[in-house]
């Protein structure tokens, strides 16, 4: 069986936490939104205040990565996770989505947080599935389950 290493996005990593981000981009035909730079990126996620937390998972190189935040929900009176971005690069292989657990689900248990949150963009296969354990079809973001 494969090995997938999944750790936090280091300082270091933002060059290439950038790459895979406009790879997203262009995956969703959108190569030219993608506004940040490595000096934007690099403050928003390792300055005084980072806004947002990264994980990379490397098989045979970088296969995949996630952005998410925390969110707060006034109804559990808890801090949440909203998963801002997941991305598996396709070279990678039909199984590294699957094989890897979604990482994300560890600092809401370690942090005692409620379950993390998520919308997948209507145009995606996930989405056009319709149903996936732990989202509801709709506008509205749901909760993963893991």
């Given at each position: ?141 749901s909760p993963l389950s893991f």
């Amino acid at each position: 069986m494969t090995t997938i290493r999944i750790a936090p996005a280091a300082d270091a990593d933002v060059p290439l936490l950038l790459d895979l981000i406009r790879e997203l981009a262009a995956y969703e035909r959108q190569p030219d939104a993608v506004t940040a730079d490595v000096d934007t990126l690099r403050a928003s996620l390792f300055g005084p205040r980072p806004a947002a937390e990264a994980l990379i998972a490397y098989l045979a190189g970088a296969a995949a990565y996630a952005i998410y935040f925390t969110s707060f929900s006034t109804w559990t009176g808890r801090p949440g996770i909203y998963l801002e971005d997941i991305f598996v690069r396709p070279q990678s292989g039909p199984s590294t989505g699957s094989a890897a657990p979604p990482s994300p689900a560890s600092p809401p248990r370690s942090r005692r947080q409620s379950s993390p949150a998520w919308r997948p963009l209507g145009h995606t296969p996930l989405a056009r599935a319709g149903a996936h354990p732990g989202r509801e079809r709709g506008p509205r973001a749901s909760p993963l389950s893991f």
